[in-house]
Structures are given as C-alpha cells and as structure tokens.
C-alpha cells in the first residue's frame, strides 16, 4: 500500500474541520450574548382571552422570559414595562406594502410600536411580515424595502444595536431537505432570500424560521420515525445519517435547523444564526390527523424544552445552541378547520394546561403550573345528568374518596352536583398520579392551577401539595421521553468535532487501505 495517497485524505479532512470551526466561530460571534432560550408564541383568536395584566402576571409565574407577539398589541407592551420579558413585535403582512412604500410609515410604525416603550418594556426583535415568501408571494417585492426602510427608522432612533430585524420563514423555502448537506434554498426565491441574507449578516440579526417536524412526520409517514420527530431516544441504527457528512440525526429538528445551514452556505453566507421562530406539535387533530394527541404534543415540547437548555446544539453545530419559540401559549379555539388549528397551544385561554409538560430539571420555565400544583375539577356547562353519571362512577368503580361531600362534612356545602363532582374528580385525579387522561370523564372534567378549595374543604391536590412539597411529580426521569444521559464524561462541543474528525479519517484510512 502506498501510505502517501493518505496525505491529500487526511488534509482534506483537517481543511474541513478548521473551515467548519472558522464558521462556528462567526455565528457564535453574531449569536444573543444571552443563554439559548424557550419563548412561546402569543396568538390572540382566543376566546375570553386573560387581560393584559393578567397575561403578563401568568407570564411571570410561569417564569415566560420571552414571547413572540405577531402585531405590536399596546395593551400588552404597556403591560410588559418594566418586567424583564424580552419581546418580538410583528409586522403583519396586510401593512408590508404600506411600509415597504414610505419610509416615512416605517419612522411612523417604529415610533408608535417600538420606541414608545422602549427600553421600559424589552423589545428585542421586530418579526417583518410571516412567512410572505410561501404564504404571500405577491408581497415578496416589497419584503426587502420594508425591512430596510424599519431598519433605518431603528437608525435614526439609535436602537439598531439593540433591537434585531428579520422575518420568519416557513420549512418549505428549502428544497431537498434532508440530507442537509444536499438543502438549498428554492431558486425562483433566490433574488430576495440572497438580499434578506445580506441584511442578516450585517446587522448581525438571526434567520427567524418556523420548523415543525409534526408537518415533516405526516408528509413522510413510513419514512420519517414518529419517535424521532419527538426527540426520543433512538438506537443508532435507527437514527438517520447524512451519507455526505457522515452525521448522525437523532431527531428530526436537527435535521431541519442543518438544512438551513447547509442552504446559507451555498449562498456563500456562514456568519447567520438560525433562530427557531416557530415549532410546537398539535394535541388534538381529526380523523385525518391521528398523531395530533396530548401525549405526542406533551413529548415534544417537553423533549424540546430540554434539548435546548442542555446546549445540544445540532449535529453540524454541537457548539450552537438555536434558541426556540413555541407555538403557542393558549389553544386559538376561534381558529377556523381543521380541528388541529386550534389545538397548538400548552394552555387553554383561561390559562389551565392543555397537559402537564415534563419540563422539571430545565429550570423553572414552565414549571410552577406543570409539576405539583394541578387540580381536577368539573368543566363549565356541562349538564347536570352527565356530571351526576361521571360523579357515579368516580365515587364507585374509580374508587375516588368521596367521604367528604356526605352531609355533614366539610365539603358537602354547596350542595350541588358541580362542586360534589369537582371533589370527587380532583380524587381521582390525584390517585391516578395526575396523568392527563384521568380528568377527562367523557368531557365533563378540566385540568385546573387553580386551588378550589374553599373554606374549610380542602381539595385532595392542596393535601396532596402540602404533604409533598419536595416531590417533584412530572420529572423526566418518570418519563418515557426524556434524551438519555450518559453519568460520567460529558463531551464537550470541540471534542464531538474531533469525534467526528477522527470518525472520518478512520474510515478513509480504512478506504485507502482497501483500495
């Protein structure tokens, strides 16, 4: 064998490996100095929508430090002032013409929605339009002139640096997805991606762009794993490879989040960080859509919350962390069909949870109402009849402690079938350990944060909590669809490149060997 046909293999892959770090390097350069983060998304096609102080006063408890909001409500930034709740505003797209036209409107728009309350309010992004590119082709000429012309207005209000302008893409501006190594941007959109790439790398602003798996799943079935769209632990064997890179994609956002990297640096642009706009899966579809479940909708937002805040970067970037947003806080119930439009939310409009995230160990984002303080009680306008029958079985087959709704007792009064069927569903609930499907009966039962005690009658949750007030009930480590952990050495995100490094130069070497 001829050892010196190795030398031009092994150059090649310590070429590829300095050109890779060099990029890394620029991105992290232009990342937010903060630490990769989870907002949520804020729609508003909600009936009985909270307040906006109440809003932001369950933000805070829920320790929410960001949020995307997609127009620039008054009524929520006057709220926001002075609460360390970083937020992004948005253009809609009906007023992209108008503002890509004057720049005159841009100054207007900037100084009636951003520098009114800025900095007592922490507005850190404006979000130019939603995916107009796909959604609203016919707005694409005038994208770049809006956002040039709000950029300039931030300028002349010297809050560039401190506020960043882009504009959220759908998945689908990226063609050949997987693998990444072969993505690229759809070419009939090259002209005004190319310029909107330009802007990003000089303003040292984020590609914003909405990824959902679950989509990528139901295009794919049979093909795409459900487990690795949820971000559960596959066997090597199951995960998928990049046949060009040689990396390995244990879920499928990675994958996604690779691709627009892949697509940025065929357009010669390596200096742009992917920030995810939007991600989320549904808990409830129709026929159509059977995996739009609570279970699936609770593992993947609860996966991702921990895939973010471990730093786990992405395969072609383990030392980038993208920071996600997702969709959304509250169900849009007056979003029109099909059914899943409406059921992307964590929480209902009157702030309970549409299930309990499996979040604990990620901080305290999203974990005062998720863990130990829920309580199962009867839902608003359900007649009598069905809670008398549901209020039967829990105080019969479901073995529900019903002992304290007799006459007499301290939760007999009110003397009503409504607040005997709340007790009695809270017990069950409790005994069942909280699973989301023990308060359901048929509909007639809802997931509460609300303690309903009432004087005396202390509801089985409230014993429960003070009794164990250092149990945490919802841990990953009950959960089947936590990452794995490996105890000892974690690798850091230098030593998983020169993992991989060596990974491909043994298999060159082992080629050249052959050959």
Same mark, same amino acid.
């Given at each position: 064998?001829?050892?010196?046909?190795?030398?031009?293999?092994?150059?090649?892959?310590?070429? #590829?490996?300095?050109?890779?770090?060099?990029?890394?390097?620029?991105?992290?350069?232009?990342?937010?100095?903060?630490?990769?983060?989870?907002?949520?998304?804020?729609?508003?096609?909600?009936?009985?929508?909270?307040?906006?102080?109440?809003?932001? %006063?369950? #933000?805070?408890?829920?320790?929410?430090?960001?949020?995307?909001?997609?127009?620039?409500?008054?009524?929520?930034?006057?709220?926001?002032?002075?609460?360390?709740?970083?937020?992004?505003?948005?253009?809609? $797209?009906?007023?992209?013409?108008?503002?890509?036209?004057?720049?005159?409107?841009?100054?207007?728009?900037?100084?009636?929605?951003?520098?009114?309350?800025?900095?007592?309010?922490?507005?850190?992004?404006?979000?130019?339009?939603?995916?107009?590119?796909?959604?609203?082709?016919?707005?694409?000429?005038?994208?770049?002139? @809006?956002?040039?012309?709000?950029?300039? @207005? #931030?300028?002349?209000?010297?809050?560039?640096?401190?506020?960043?302008?882009?504009?959220?893409?759908?998945?689908?501006?990226?063609?050949?997805?997987?693998?990444?190594?072969?993505?690229?941007?759809?070419?009939?959109?090259?002209?005004?991606?190319?310029?909107?790439?330009?802007?990003?790398?000089?303003?040292?602003?984020?590609?914003?762009?909405?990824?959902?798996?679950? /989509?990528?799943?139901?295009?794919?079935?049979?093909?795409?794993?459900?487990?690795?769209?949820?971000?559960?632990?596959?066997?090597?064997?199951?995960?998928?490879?990049?046949?060009?890179?040689?990396?390995?994609?244990?879920?499928? #956002?990675?994958?996604?989040?690779?691709?627009?990297?892949?697509?940025?640096?065929?357009?010669?642009?390596?200096?742009?960080?992917?920030?995810?706009?939007?991600?989320?899966?549904?808990?409830?579809?129709?026929?159509?859509?059977? /995996?739009?479940?609570?279970?699936? %909708?609770?593992?993947?937002?609860?996966?991702?919350?921990?895939?973010?805040?471990?730093?786990?970067?992405?395969?072609?970037?383990?030392?980038?962390t993208s920071s996600a947003y997702i969709y959304e806080l509250f $169900?849009?119930?007056?979003?029109?069909?099909?059914?899943?439009?409406?059921?992307?939310?964590?929480?209902?409009?009157?702030?309970?949870?549409?299930?309990?995230?499996?979040?604990?160990?990620?901080?305290?984002?999203?974990?005062?109402?998720?863990?130990?303080?829920?309580?199962?009680?009867?839902?608003?306008?359900?007649?009598?009849?069905?809670?008398?029958?549901?209020?039967?079985?829990?105080?019969?087959?479901?073995?529900?402690?019903?002992?304290?709704?007799?006459?007499?007792?301290?939760? /007999?009064?009110?003397?009503?079938?409504?607040?005997? %069927?709340?007790?009695?569903?809270?017990?069950?609930?409790?005994?069942?350990?909280?699973?989301?499907d023990s308060c359901d009966f048929k509909g007639a039962a809802m997931?509460?944060?609300?303690?309903?005690?009432?004087?005396?009658?202390?509801?089985?949750?409230?014993?429960?909590?003070?009794?164990?007030?250092?149990?945490?009930?919802?841990?990953?480590?009950?959960?089947?669809?936590?990452?794995?952990?490996?105890?000892?050495?974690?690798?850091?995100?230098?030593?998983?490149?020169?993992?991989?490094?060596?990974?491909?130069?043994?298999?060159?070497?082992?080629?050249?060997?052959?050959?």
């Amino acid at each position: 064998m001829e050892y010196h046909k190795l030398i031009p293999f092994f150059l090649l892959c310590v070429s #590829l490996s300095l050109m890779r770090t060099s990029l890394s390097t620029e991105i992290k350069v232009q990342q937010d100095k903060d630490e990769p983060f989870v907002g949520v998304n804020i729609g508003t096609d909600v009936s009985n929508l909270l307040s906006a102080s109440n809003l932001v %006063a369950f #933000l805070q408890f829920q320790k929410i430090t960001h949020i995307r909001l997609y127009d620039a409500n008054a009524e929520i930034l006057k709220a926001l002032a002075k609460t360390k709740i970083r937020v992004i505003v948005s253009v809609p $797209n009906n007023q992209l013409l108008a503002i890509g036209s004057s720049n005159a409107t841009a100054a207007t728009w900037i100084g009636r929605n951003v520098a009114a309350y800025y900095p007592e309010t922490l507005i850190t992004g404006i979000a130019v339009g939603d995916e107009v590119l796909t959604t609203v082709p016919s707005s694409a000429p005038m994208l770049m002139p @809006a956002i040039e012309s709000l950029y300039s @207005a #931030l300028v002349a209000s010297n809050l560039h640096t401190q506020i960043k302008i882009s504009t959220p893409n759908s998945a689908s501006v990226i063609l050949d997805p997987f693998p990444p190594s072969q993505a690229f941007f759809n070419q009939s959109l090259s002209p005004v991606i190319t310029q909107l790439l330009q802007f990003l790398s000089r303003t040292q602003s984020p590609l914003m762009m909405n990824l959902y798996p679950y /989509y990528v799943f139901m295009q794919n079935k049979g093909v795409v794993p459900l487990d690795n769209s949820l971000f559960k632990p596959l066997t090597p064997s199951k995960e998928m490879v990049d046949p060009n890179t040689l990396l390995h994609y244990s879920n499928v #956002l990675d994958a996604m989040i690779d691709s627009v990297y892949f697509s940025m640096k065929n357009l010669n642009v390596t200096d742009v960080a992917v920030l995810v706009s939007e991600t989320g899966w549904p808990s409830k579809g129709d026929s159509k859509e059977p /995996y739009a479940t609570v279970d699936n %909708a609770d593992t993947y937002n609860s996966n991702l919350i921990k895939h973010v805040f471990d730093h786990s970067g992405s395969p072609l970037h383990p030392e980038i962390t993208s920071s996600a947003y997702i969709y959304e806080l509250f $169900n849009e119930d007056l979003r029109s069909p099909p059914v899943s439009e409406a059921n992307w939310g964590l929480f209902y409009g009157n702030s309970t949870p549409v299930y309990l995230l499996h979040v604990s160990g990620s901080g305290t984002f999203l974990a005062n109402d998720t863990t130990n303080r829920t309580f199962c009680i009867a839902s608003d306008g359900i007649d009598v009849k069905t809670l008398q029958t549901a209020l039967d079985w829990a105080c019969g087959p479901g073995r529900a402690n019903c002992s304290e709704i007799q006459p007499g007792e301290s939760c /007999y009064q009110p003397n009503n079938v409504k607040n005997h %069927a709340s007790y009695a569903f809270d017990s069950y609930f409790q005994k069942q350990g909280k699973s989301t499907d023990s308060c359901d009966f048929k509909g007639a039962a809802m997931i509460t944060t609300t303690d309903p005690s009432h004087g005396s009658c202390i509801f089985p949750g409230s014993k429960m909590v003070s009794n164990k007030t250092n149990e945490v009930v919802n841990s990953t480590q009950t959960s089947g669809g936590g990452r794995r952990t490996v105890v000892g050495t974690q690798i850091s995100g230098v030593g998983k490149v020169f993992h991989m490094l060596f990974s491909v130069v043994s298999s060159l070497f082992y080629y050249s060997f052959l050959s």
